[in-house]
């Protein structure tokens, strides 16, 4: 089961079908934020698309596309994945 925590978004479409299509596998048990967290950085805040948190599926972050376009898509998920792991690396019990 899959309990679903809404924020902001900017992008509401994907946003609503991804959370319908987690929902919809029941193999799949965890929590997904939309728009949350948003990461502070020293450029200033970070949002993430999406985010499940589960015991067997673990951290699963995802960048979203609103449109037909995608632009430079490596870079952001490397961008993200650079941001959530430093984040996760100031909490020593994660280490």
Same mark, same amino acid.
């Given at each position: 089961?899959?309990?679903?925590?809404? /924020?902001?978004?900017?992008?509401?479409? =994907?946003?609503?079908?991804?959370?319908?299509?987690?929902?919809?596998?029941?193999?799949?048990? &965890?929590?997904?934020?939309?728009?949350?967290?948003?990461? /502070?950085?020293?450029?200033?805040?970070?949002?993430?698309?999406?985010?499940?948190?589960?015991?067997?599926? &673990?951290?699963?972050?995802?960048?979203?596309?609103? /449109?037909?376009?995608?632009?430079?898509?490596?870079?952001?998920?490397?961008?993200?994945?650079?941001?959530?792991?430093?984040?996760?690396?100031?909490?020593? =019990?994660?280490?």
């Amino acid at each position: 089961m899959i309990n679903t925590v809404w /924020g902001s978004t900017d992008k509401p479409v =994907s946003s609503k079908q991804l959370a319908a299509l987690l929902v919809s596998d029941e193999s799949i048990e &965890g929590t997904l934020y939309i728009g949350y967290p948003i990461i /502070g950085t020293p450029e200033g805040s970070f949002p993430i698309d999406a985010l499940l948190v589960s015991r067997k599926q &673990g951290l699963v972050v995802f960048n979203l596309v609103e /449109g037909k376009t995608l632009h430079d898509y490596e870079a952001a998920q490397d961008e993200v994945f650079n941001k959530m792991q430093a984040k996760l690396l100031q909490h020593q =019990s994660l280490i």
